[in-house]
């Protein structure tokens, strides 16, 4: 028996199923996000004065990683449009480029997150605090080197905005003997950290899982375009519904994250 | 395939192009506004905020075609904003409401 309504629309709604499907999909998916924004706006509203972190992402990665996504949007309505018209090696070359900018912006996100887990503050037994990326740190040797500055005061360390106050790093070296504390920049380190990860990791997982999707369309899925091309397309669509619903979100978190 | 329909085809995708250049040149926009220093920082937000509602306009509207989708769709997207708004002003309303022996900062 076949289902009804998979590849033309139904005569009440104009409507084929996977499009009823996804938007009702992408619905929950703005209630999911929405309740994660909230928090963020509850936990930085909810912060004191000057401990709300600002400048601690790098604002130029950030932006060239929005304008991957944007030019993977393209990519992605033009994949269908070819499908539309008929060319089915224009769709793969476009499919490619979405792909490819999927594995690009995945790339930058991992090189952020690494550049945060290689981040840590030290506090020392004298009450200082030494801040930057880890160079050194064997467990065997009574030193820890890392690259980065002494604060006196925690509050310091909050606003980095480079064109406020530009700051020095220098290769420090600390006895472990005199460590107190030493945690990474992880998701555990503080609240704006803990929203950052758990936003940012969410929104990755979407991408991850778009490309995937892409990905077979664009592999072992195509097959379908000589079998039946019209629901071949009607598939692209909805993968591309839901890449311009990642993208979306992306462009309510790079400001929120990185600018603001 | 029609010559009409060709035309009609190749119309969506100029259109496509112009919303991927003004996404592009919104992005710019936004980063250089981040570094306006508009006197508050609310007015930054908002500046940011603004802009970023801009180009999701131009996402779903354009890319994702809302702009002209049935109405079924409008149907499911009017309930998701009726909820997120509800959703959002539980969060504003929050403030305005502290439990006694809130400590404030």
């Known amino acids: ?154 509050r310091d360390l909050y606003d980095l905005e480079v064109r406020k106050a530009p700051h020095h790093h220098e290769e420090l070296s600390i006895p472990r003997s005199q460590i107190e504390k030493m945690e990474r920049y992880g998701p555990w380190h503080n609240t704006y950290l803990a929203i950052y990860f758990t936003l940012t990791g969410l929104h990755a997982l979407h991408v991850i899982g778009g490309a995937i999707v892409i990905g077979f369309l664009w592999g072992p899925g195509s097959k379908m375009w000589e079998t039946d091309p019209e629901r071949f397309t009607n598939r692209v669509e909805i993968s591309g519904l839901f890449w311009h619903f990642v993208d979306l979100v992306w462009i309510f978190l790079f400001p929120v994250l990185y600018l603001i | 395939m029609t010559a009409q329909h060709d035309e009609s085809f190749d119309q969506h995708v100029r259109r496509y192009l112009y919303v991927f250049y003004a996404l592009l040149f919104g992005t710019l926009i936004t980063v250089g506004a981040s570094y306006i220093p508009f006197g508050n920082h609310a007015i930054n937000i908002a500046v940011a905020l603004c802009i970023a509602c801009g180009k999701a306009f131009l996402v779903a509207g354009f890319f994702m075609h809302l702009i002209s989708e049935r109405k079924m769709i409008y149907g499911i997207l009017g309930f998701t904003v009726f909820f997120f708004l509800g959703l959002m002003f539980l969060t504003v309303s929050a403030y305005a409401d502290f439990p006694p022996l809130t400590v404030t900062h």
């Open chain 1, 1 to 154: 028996m076949d289902i009804p309504y998979t590849v033309q629309p139904r005569e009440d709604t104009g409507l084929y199923n996977a499009k009823v499907g996804i938007w009702l999909f992408l619905a929950s998916e703005v209630m999911l996000f929405g309740a994660l924004f909230s928090s963020y706006i509850l936990l930085r509203v909810g912060s004191p004065e000057g401990y709300w972190p600002r400048g601690w992402l790098n604002v130029p990665v950030g932006t060239v990683n929005t304008l991957v996504l944007i030019t993977s949007s393209i990519t992605t309505v033009m994949a269908w449009a070819s499908c539309k018209m008929n060319q089915f090696g224009r769709f793969k070359v476009f499919h490619a480029c979405t792909l490819l900018l999927a594995v690009t912006f995945v790339c930058i996100k991992s090189y952020e997150y690494h550049d945060k887990f290689t981040h840590y503050e030290i506090t020392l037994k004298d009450g200082r605090i030494a801040d930057g990326h880890i160079v050194e740190n064997d467990p065997k040797a009574d030193h820890v080197v890392i690259s980065g500055r002494y604060v006196q005061d925690r």
